[in-house]
Structures are given as structure tokens and as C-alpha cells.
């Protein structure tokens, strides 16, 4: 009986042991490069990159995909609470969310390394690009000014029309403004074919479309008042962006179901060629490629409502890495993104991914869609390029309106009055919440 | 004074033996501790605090948390959607399976194919049943054909008033969500349904029908007094399951239509992930797991009182 018991108790400690060297922080090789993604696009041609720095400089560059881009942020913020984040990694999520992630010592300030050699590495990227890593002087987030992360690719969202259900439908051109776009969907229904198609059962590409308009409608100095509290979602400049989206559902301009669609399946239904225009990113002229080879589409900005003022899309940030700030192999890390980032690279990775490359050098070298989508670089704009951004809470529940005006559930008017409500009672919580802090 | 007397010295030797017996349940313990206790203690401890999940500093906030999840309306909103769904597991889905459960308990041809196929839903992935019947239930056109099979189907046996957008309509995505879940369910309860009516004796059906019983009379007075401990199980798994759906409405849904079907896990979820509020999300975890436990505890409260019966 006793030895059975000294068995089992000796067992138990083996265990014990292996489940805490499991739970333990893994020494780091400092010969080695870790990088964690969630590029499913690009995971291919970052591990030839990846062997191709390897043969050049002898240091091995380790590149781990974690895919869909939820279960990445999932991933890198259990990584950060237990601090054994890889040397570079992305971070997915709000300027809020980012500078936290600086403030408690996981990213690297890349400031000085971008001023290094006369700022040769920080003139050869599009500086929108950059500004997106870029924290200013005067943050709201009380982050040291300056650079922490490296673009590794340029977007952005606007609408693609297919040029040859357009012609089925006897339309010449594509929109110049709202009232057009509206025809040219009806001209579209009645030979048969669906208007706008959008990955609007996720909640950012709504947000970014409405946004867009709402740029356009009021301008960002009233958005963002709009986000400081001063001005209410019920302002008729709010109801205006708001009714966009009933006047497209009682229009007959989207595609049936479009509040359930993710972005994948919308990419897919206009692919097929099931609707004439997409509201998707540049990201898509690769995933088009891959679905339907022979497809003919152009890309318009957002046909604007208000013709006095330009049409913003969201655009710029792309795809952003960041160095652990306690990796030990933090040079290292630097020098191999400094590499990725050199025109030769961007070119492959561009011709590879069909993407828009960071590198302004390497924009020579792409297809004449995706130079279409970089020629309104200069109309982006991105939520973390804004001096404030909405209340997570409140972006969530705008979102949400939104979907019940498209199936009719909601008028302009009661979501707009729901936004506030829930706007007004976030604000309180907030306030509490940064009384909290202060003490 | 009698009892203490009666009491017997504890020797050295009891202690050694308590000792070693100990020993024997200690690795269980040890892991119980660290894999069980641990996380819970520590999710009701991040529920008193307000964090971001990447900040070192927590904020202890008292049972502030809680007050807030008691007036949130989202969240009983999403308790309402799970109660619907789980209304629809008892009622549709078990019975279903009990009357599957009977037929092929009968002297029928085929008995184990069908067994088999009712059996293919639960051991697909959640995801892979909600593409399939995102693509039954798909409300778009092409070329003036549905691409969904069940609006084509009703588009040609011209029945077209019943045809609509049915995931992304308010008033029928939630009952779409509930009947694919059940499809996806009834056979578990299914297996449990059979493999009890398998355990009644046919002796005592072969007694009923001798005194004149008639298969009604049968099934009132044998089938269900003695199926009743295992219809108790299998109410209490389909409670504890379709309270905790989630997948299934990610895959057909994604985030779509929040204010229609959103369920308690998906609020945890969107608490954690979308809102980064790590506190408030252990808040809802642990009220859900509290409202489940009780669940539990009545269910074991009426099984124990069926087994004295």
C-alpha cells in the first residue's frame, strides 16, 4: 500500500513539474527571429522572405501564422498577460489598445531607428502609413511621442464596380455621386442583378462606410465632437448618415442579407459575379484573383452625398508590426523589418499578395488596379490617425442600429435616439471610471 | 460524554494511514486545485476589478461589475435568446428524439443505418453544420434563381409567399438558429433516449399486453415511469448546451444582427475581445456559471427525488 502510495505521490510531482516548466517563460534564443501573424495571404511569401534573410545574413527568421485575425488578438493578449509575446507581432486592435500595449513596456520605440542614415528607412514608406504607428506630441493617450511600428503594407476601402454587369445593365459609367449610384442599382435590378454587396455582418466595415459619409456629410471636425460628447447622434447632420442606409435597403441597392454577410462570403458573391458593386479593401484584388481570375472590375471612391466636400475612406494603415521591447534579439528584429521593408522585398511581396506595398519606391512595380487604389491615398483616413476615437461601447451599439435600419427594424430617427441614449450613459460610466483611475 | 468515551484514541498508526490514504486522492486534489479552484477564484477576482487584459494595474471596483450586468439590457437580452433556443431543445428536439428513439426501438428493417444517420449531426463540428445550413437558409438570387436550397425548393413548388431572407430577417433568425441547433442535437439525446429504452425489461411489456394493456396504456404506464431518470439527463445536458451555444451563431450569423441573436457567451465574448473590459466579462462569466450551477443543482434536486419515488 505504501509503495503504491510513494508511486502515485512521485507521479503527482512529475506532473506538477511538467505542467509548470509547460506554464513557464521558454528561454529565448537570441540567434533567432520570432514573428507571429495573422496573414493567411501572405504567410507563403513572408517564409520565402523569411529563407531568402536567412541565406543573406545567417539569421533565422521564424514565421508562425495564427489565423483568423480574432484569434490572433486572442493569442497576443494572453501572450502580453503572461509577457512571452515573440519578438515582432501585431497588434490588431483600437489606438487605445496599442498604446497600452507601449505603456507597459511590450513594444519597442522605433523612433531613432527610423531617423537613423538622414531618415532614409522612414522616406522610403508612405507616411500614412507610418502615422499610423505614429503617437503625436499631443496623444490622448499619455504615450511617449514618436514611432513604434513598421508598416508592412499600405490599404484601402472604397467601391469596385464590375464593369461588364454595369454594360448588362446600360450603364456607361460608373457613379459620380449618391443619386447616381442609386439609379445605376436600380438599372442593375431590373436585368436581374444585385446592387452593393459588403462584409457588413462585420461590424468595422459598416462603421467605416457609415463614417465615410459621415466625413463627407458633416466633416471630421463635427465627427469628432461628435466622439468628445458635443454633439448628439440625433443632430440631422447624424440622421442624414443614418438614412444612407435606409434609402439603400428601400431601395433595393444591397444584396439580400447583407447585415449577416462576412467579408469573405461578400468577396465571394461578387467574385461570382452575384452583385455589381463591393464596398471591400484592396486586400481583395488578391482574393478576387483566386476566385475568379477573368473577373473585370474598377474601383470609384464612395459616391459622395455632399459634393462640396471630399469623400474620406478609411485607408493608410494596412498591416503593422511592432518589436517586443524585451526581446533579446530586439536588433535583430529591427534589422529584419528594416529588410522587409527595402524595395526589392515590397516588390515580391506586392507581385505575390497583390497588395498595395508600403515602400513608395516599390509602387512602380504593381498591376494597374492596385495602382488605382493607391491614386486616393491621399483622400484616407483611419480611426488611428484621429486625435479621439468613439467609445468602444457606443462604436458597437452605432453599428448595430444600423444593421436594424437595413432590415427595418429601426427608422433613422429611433437609432439615432438609441446611439444617444446608450452615448449619454457610456459617457457617466467613463467619467466614474477615470475618477476611478485618478485615485 | 458516552460518544467521547465511545471515540477511539487516534494513534500514530491512524494518522500514517490517513496519511498514505491521502496520498492516493492527492494528485487529484493537486490538479482539481490548479485546473478547477484556481481559474474560478481567479475569474471571480478579476470580476471585482475593472481591466483592459493588457494594463499591469487592475482597478478593484467592489461588485460594481455586477450591478452594472444587473441593469445591462444587452445581457438579458442575450439570456432571452438562449431561453428561446433552449425552449425549442426541449420541446422540438427531445421529443424528436424520443419518437426516433421508440420507431427504431421497434422490430424495424434498418434499425442500425438509421442509427448511424441520426447520429451524423452531433459528431460534425458546429462550424461546418452552420456553412451548410447558411447555405440551405441563403436569401440571395442569381440570375433570377435562389441560391439557397429551401427558397429554390419553395420557389418551385410555388410557394412563394413563404420565401424570405430567412438569416437576415429579425422576425426568423433566431428560429432558424434554434431549429439548426436542435438538428444538430436531437441525437445525443437520441443515443441516451434509445440506449434506456434498451434497458426496460420486455418482460414487462409481455406482462402489460397478457392483462390487455394497449400500446398507449404501454407507453403511459411502462415506457415513460421507467425512462423517467434518463429523460431527467437528458433534459438537464440540452438546458446546459443550448444555454452555452455560440459557435453555431458565429458561423451562420458572424456578427451580424447582434440585437436578434445574441446569446451569453457571445456578450462575454464581445465583453472581452470587442470591449477589451476583462472585468466585466469574468462579472458575466461568473453570473452565467452561477445561473448554469443552479440549473445543476435543481436538476440533481429532482433526479434524487425521482430515484426515492
Avoid at chain 1, 157 to 178: C, D, M, V, W
Avoid at chain 1, 381 to 406: D, G, M, R
Avoid at chain 2, 183 to 199: E, H, R, S, V
Amino acid at each position: 500500500m505504501k509503495k503504491i502510495a510513494s508511486i502515485l505521490s512521485f507521479l503527482c510531482l512529475i506532473a506538477l513539474c511538467f505542467v509548470f516548466v509547460s506554464c513557464s517563460q521558454q528561454e529565448k534564443d537570441p540567434d533567432r527571429v520570432v514573428l507571429w501573424h495573422w496573414m493567411n495571404d501572405r504567410h507563403e511569401a513572408l517564409e520565402t522572405l523569411a529563407a531568402r534573410y536567412q541565406k543573406e545574413t545567417g539569421v533565422k527568421v521564424k514565421i508562425d501564422l495564427f489565423s483568423p485575425p480574432h484569434a490572433y488578438t486572442q493569442r497576443i493578449t494572453a501572450t502580453a498577460q503572461t509577457r512571452d509575446l515573440p519578438d515582432i507581432f501585431g497588434i490588431l486592435d483600437k489606438k487605445e489598445i496599442f498604446a497600452a500595449y507601449i505603456k507597459n513596456g511590450f513594444v519597442a520605440d522605433l523612433t531613432e531607428e527610423y531617423k537613423k542614415d538622414n531618415a532614409a528607412w522612414e522616406k522610403s514608406l508612405f507616411t500614412k502609413a507610418l502615422d499610423v504607428n505614429r503617437f503625436a506630441e499631443d496623444n490622448i493617450y499619455g504615450v511617449k511621442p514618436g514611432v513604434y511600428g513598421v508598416p508592412l503594407d499600405v490599404t484601402n476601402i472604397q467601391i469596385i464596380y464590375n464593369k461588364r454587369l454595369l454594360k448588362k445593365a446600360g450603364i456607361s459609367r460608373p457613379p459620380e455621386t449618391f443619386d447616381e449610384f442609386l439609379e445605376a442599382t436600380k438599372a442593375l435590378n431590373r436585368v436581374g442583378v444585385a446592387g452593393l454587396v459588403s462584409g457588413w455582418g462585420e461590424m468595422w466595415l459598416i462603421e467605416s462606410f457609415a463614417l465615410n459619409y459621415a466625413f463627407n456629410i458633416m466633416g471630421e471636425e463635427k465627427v469628432m465632437a461628435t466622439f468628445r460628447g458635443q454633439v448628439p447622434y440625433t443632430d440631422p447632420d447624424w440622421i442624414k448618415v443614418f438614412e444612407i442606409f435606409d434609402t439603400l435597403s428601400e431601395q433595393g441597392a444591397l444584396v439580400d442579407g447583407i447585415v449577416i454577410k462576412q467579408n469573405k462570403i461578400a468577396e465571394q458573391d461578387f467574385a461570382l459575379e452575384r452583385a455589381a458593386f463591393a464596398f471591400n479593401g484592396s486586400w481583395c484584388v488578391n482574393v478576387y484573383h483566386g476566385m475568379n481570375a477573368d473577373l473585370e472590375y474598377g474601383v470609384i471612391l464612395p459616391p459622395p452625398v455632399n459634393p462640396d466636400r471630399p469623400m474620406k475612406i478609411w485607408g493608410g494603415s494596412g498591416s503593422s508590426l511592432v518589436v517586443n521591447k524585451a526581446s533579446p534579439s530586439k536588433d535583430k528584429a529591427i534589422a529584419f523589418l528594416r529588410w522587409l521593408t527595402a524595395k526589392d522585398q515590397q516588390a515580391y511581396l506586392s507581385q505575390e499578395t497583390k497588395n498595395l506595398p508600403a515602400n513608395k519606391d516599390a509602387l512602380s512595380e504593381i498591376p494597374q488596379i492596385l495602382s488605382d487604389f493607391a491614386g486616393v491615398m491621399d483622400h484616407t483616413t483611419h480611426p488611428t490617425l484621429w486625435k479621439y476615437n468613439e467609445l468602444a461601447k457606443v462604436a458597437s451599439e452605432f453599428n448595430k442600429a444600423i444593421q436594424s435600419i437595413i432590415v427595418g427594424d429601426l427608422t433613422p430617427q429611433e437609432a439615432a435616439a438609441k446611439v444617444q441614449s446608450i452615448k449619454m450613459a457610456e459617457m457617466e460610466k467613463e467619467k466614474r471610471r477615470q475618477q476611478r483611475r485618478e485615485r | 460524554m458516552t460518544s467521547l468515551a465511545q471515540r477511539k484514541k487516534f494513534t500514530m498508526g491512524d494518522a500514517k494511514e490517513s496519511l498514505v490514504n491521502f496520498s492516493f486522492i492527492l494528485p487529484a486534489v493537486i490538479l482539481f486545485s490548479i485546473f478547477y479552484i484556481y481559474p474560478f477564484y481567479d475569474i471571480f477576482r478579476l470580476s471585482l476589478h475593472e481591466w483592459n487584459g493588457i494594463d499591469a494595474q487592475k482597478y478593484y471596483v467592489h461588485f460594481d461589475n455586477f450591478k452594472e450586468l444587473f441593469k445591462d439590457g444587452n445581457w438579458w437580452r442575450s439570456m432571452w435568446h438562449a431561453g428561446i433556443i433552449t425552449f425549442f431543445a426541449l420541446t422540438f428536439q427531445n421529443v424528436m428524439a424520443f419518437a426516433l428513439a421508440l420507431a427504431c426501438d421497434q422490430k424495424i428493417r434498418m434499425k442500425k443505418f438509421y442509427r448511424m444517420i441520426f447520429f451524423i449531426p452531433p459528431v460534425l463540428s458546429e462550424v461546418v453544420v452552420g456553412f451548410i445550413w447558411m447555405w440551405i437558409l441563403n436569401g440571395d438570387m442569381q440570375s433570377g434563381e435562389y441560391i439557397g436550397i429551401l427558397n429554390y425548393l419553395l420557389d418551385k413548388m410555388g410557394l412563394h409567399h413563404l420565401i424570405t431572407s430567412w438569416l437576415s430577417n429579425p422576425d426568423t433568425v433566431l428560429t432558424c438558429i434554434a431549429l439548426v441547433h436542435c438538428w444538430k442535437g436531437f441525437g445525443w439525446g437520441f443515443i441516451m433516449l434509445f440506449a434506456g429504452l434498451q434497458t426496460i425489461d420486455a418482460q414487462l411489456y409481455e406482462a402489460a399486453r397478457v392483462d390487455g394493456a394497449n400500446s398507449w396504456q404501454i407507453f403511459k404506464n411502462i415506457t415513460i415511469p421507467m425512462m423517467v431518470p434518463v429523460i431527467l439527463v437528458v433534459i438537464f445536458l440540452t438546458v446546459l448546451g443550448s444555454m452555452q451555444v455560440f459557435v453555431l451563431i458565429k458561423a451562420m450569423v458572424g456578427q451580424g444582427l447582434q440585437d436578434y441573436t445574441s446569446v451569453p457567451v457571445s456578450e462575454i465574448f464581445e465583453s472581452m475581445i470587442g470591449l477589451k473590459r476583462f472585468g466585466y466579462a469574468c462579472a458575466q462569466g461568473v453570473s452565467f456559471g452561477v445561473t448554469l450551477i443552479t440549473i445543476s443543482l435543481v436538476f440533481k434536486l429532482l433526479s434524487t427525488k425521482v430515484k426515492q419515488y
